[in-house]
């Protein structure tokens, strides 16, 4: 394989907020810190792909302000090839993030901004870009029909592609955009809207997963959180992979992400799915005892570290 993993998504700016608990409507909370950095779920995947070892291409769309200074200056620390992000006079985009100090818990609102006028044509213009990925990942911080084309250039061309159907979307998504997906990697909320199951036990989860590759998926890499994840492959076949603990969980805002781009890092350097998926647990475990999203995602050094500890 090339290591070659082409991501295609959002970049956001985090404005993180700390507080002993969640205020409710119409309150106003004393906080406990505040921090601006580096976010949005295809940034984030990339960052973490490219620190688990992946040669990395970003595909996005970032305004000519602050924020999207933030993001060209995090991609060169990382080597990431940005030469596919454009610019567009819309700011770019930034994600409210409210944290439970106490619980590491969060609540999210993302404005996607700049990275929402990526259209279909722009796709089409890269595709050189897409088919000489090993891997390609992307997400729903986009419009879906961008998203859809990306899949279908990368699926056409034979490279492996991941969908991870975050945030939740608030409407069904089309079988035809789930059947375009290799590997298709919802968390358990995502599943549960998804399929209109309820995804509370593994066994829950595998009917979860199976309704998935029903609607197309070849493969579901089904997120857990603390229980691990579960690999149901459309012959049927299950694999639960373990969590790792690398410590007390400080917050857990980037775990999907550091699964996502350590799994399609993994991925593009040959592993099998099982063997990406415990990378990519690994990834995630150390990730949530960070601050953050893309800062917490570790090196690939700290995640051998772990596998082997």
Known sequence: MSNKVLVMGSFVADLAFRAARLPAWGETLMGDSFALGPGGKGSNQAVAAARAGAQVRFMSKLGDDAFGRIARDLWEADGIDASLVGTCPMPTGAAAILIDSVRGENAIIVVPGACFTLTSNDVDAEHEAIEAAAVFLTQLELPIDTVQRGLEIARAAGVTTILNPAPAPTSPLPDALIALADFFIPNETEAALLTGLTVETVEQAELAADSLIARGARNVVLTLGARGSLLRTAGGQSTLIPSFSAGP??????????????????????????????????CAGISVTRHGTAPSMPQRAEIEALLTA
Do not use: K, Q
């Open 249 to 282: 969980v400080v917050e857990t805002t980037g775990a999907g992400d550091a699964f996502c781009g350590a799994f399609a890092a993994a991925l593009a350097e040959g592993r099998s799915p099982a063997d990406a998926a415990r990378f990519a647990s690994a």
